[in-house]
């Protein structure tokens, strides 16, 4: 079993913190949530506050005592801001470094000369989905969104019309296809082929990324028509600037991180011995922190030198880079919070009582009890890795096409209805600039069309192979 899933799996094991009944668990969930929603929409409350508020309402109503309440919440956004927030960070300044040495500028221009018209949507989520192989979903999106927002903003083009088919190419590869945590985590717990999953998860993300992005995203443009905000898009570097970094060079940074992060991923696949030197170097040079650590030190020769930024305008620049992010950090960390307090009373293993007597499919099953923790935790990772232990046995007399079509049942059903309490949830929200209405239309929307699509896609494959 992976590191991680013996840590999320030990986290889950943890004694909740409220000793309610389901009743009275599912009152709380809905409460806490509707406080959240109702905060944010009527009383137009900053939504770090109100998920805080959230949180603690939330555990009031389930029963458990306050401090451990206001412990959980902490927790998790401690855990959220460690694990996402230093990534944000690295991404904002390689944003800004690109966008100031005129080096996003080249890749936007080279991108529209290229790919015009109605071809532009298709551009974005080819890209979305081969840089996302490899990568966190939100590592991909603190790299692809800043070139998002500029391609809409330059090329005049609709926000929705070309954020939709990034944002889906990036969470299709982050819930159907290894080397993503959360179906290597359910390939071990159920046993599955990694190659053969591999093959199937491609073959089912295709079909599910072009729904639910260029094909969606025509319907999310007339649902949801903003421009592209101007406080996370830096304008073009001033006309008295020397010179800017070529093309070449400005995409060997932006993917340097992809390619330290797939390299870590294939020698995992390939040596597959934890205490082997070259899966040891690796699993450090390959981590996202130093992937785009990395990738922010190396920038600095190859986009602002050539772009004649002395030492002092550096510093300046990564500071500038930090600000706009602050309110980001803050948002989705709280998220996190409201994620743990979910878990910590104790939600995910009542949803899990609750559908152990099912007496459905197996590969429907496996997408249904996904579905519904996500609906409760927010997490696809939780919700694939208790899934994934739950079916786990129903495996044993499955072929090896079947096993991976359960892997997969589990990833589309995890991805299923983004919303509030989920930390990506408030990340493309406040990326694009919407409210939390629009980003239900838009995002949501398409978190539930993936599901569905790729859900259907594997029943279907189930009864031909």
């Excluded at 409350?45 to 805080?52: D, E, P, S, V, Y």
């Excluded at 018209?117 to 081969?130: D, K, N």
Aim: with cysteine; net charge neutral; glycine share 10%.
């Amino acid at each position: 079993m992976t590191r991680l899933s013996v840590e999320m799996l030990a986290a889950d094991a943890v004694e909740p913190i409220t000793s309610a009944g389901h009743a009275q668990l599912g009152i709380a969930v809905l409460a806490g949530i509707a406080v959240i929603v109702l905060l944010i929409t009527r009383f137009k409350l900053h939504a770090f506050l109100a998920l805080t508020i959230g949180s603690i309402a939330l555990g009031a109503f389930a029963g458990a005592p306050l401090d451990k309440a206001i412990a959980s919440f902490t927790t998790g956004l401690g855990a959220t801001v460690a694990g996402v927030g230093v990534l944000i960070a690295l991404g904002a300044i390689l944003g800004k470094m690109l966008a100031d040495s005129g080096g996003a500028d080249q890749i936007v221009d080279t991108i529209l000369a290229k790919a015009g018209g109605r071809s532009m949507p298709w551009a974005m989520v080819l890209i979305a989905s081969v840089i996302g192989l490899p990568l966190f979903f939100e590592v991909g999106v603190v790299l692809l969104i800043p070139v998002v927002l500029m391609v809409a903003k330059r090329g005049n083009y609709s926000l929705m019309r070309i954020g939709i088919p990034a944002l889906a190419g990036l969470s299709v590869m982050h819930g159907l296809v290894p080397p993503h945590p959360g179906p290597l985590v359910a390939i071990d717990a159920v046993g599955a082929n990694l190659g053969v999953t591999l093959a199937l998860g491609v073959l089912v993300a295709i079909p599910t990324v072009v729904v639910a992005g260029p094909l969606f995203s025509r319907v999310a443009a007339r649902w949801v028509d903003v421009p592209a905000p101007d406080r996370m898009i830096p304008q073009r570097p001033s006309e008295d600037l020397a010179k800017r970094p070529g093309f070449g060079a400005t995409l060997a940074t932006i993917l340097l991180p992809v390619v330290l992060m797939l390299s870590k991923a294939l020698v995992d696949i390939v040596v597959d011995d934890p205490e082997h030197n070259v899966q040891r170097v690796f699993d450090v040079v390959g981590s996202p922190l130093i992937a785009l650590l990395t990738a922010v030190l190396v920038g600095i020769f190859t986009l602002l030198r050539p772009a004649g930024f002395a030492k002092d305008r550096i510093s300046g620049l990564v500071e500038k880079g930090l600000a706009p992010i602050a309110g980001i950090l803050l948002i989705v960390g709280a998220g996190g919070g409201f994620k743990q307090t979910l878990i910590d009373c104790g939600v995910g293993r009542m949803v899990l009582e609750i559908s152990e007597d099912w007496s459905i499919p197996a590969l429907l099953l496996a997408w249904l009890i996904a579905v519904a923790i996500r609906l409760a935790t927010g997490s696809a990772t939780v919700a694939t890795i208790s899934a994934a232990g739950l079916v786990a046995p129903l495996a044993a007399d499955m072929s090896t096409t079947h096993t991976a079509l359960l892997v997969l049942a589990i990833g589309a059903g995890s991805l299923f209805f983004s919303h509030v309490n989920d930390a990506g949830f408030w990340l493309v929200k406040e990326y694009f600039g919407l409210t939390v209405g629009q980003n239900v239309k838009t995002w949501s929307v398409m978190e539930t069309i993936i599901s569905v699509v790729a859900g259907g896609l594997v029943l279907l494959l189930s009864l031909v192979i």
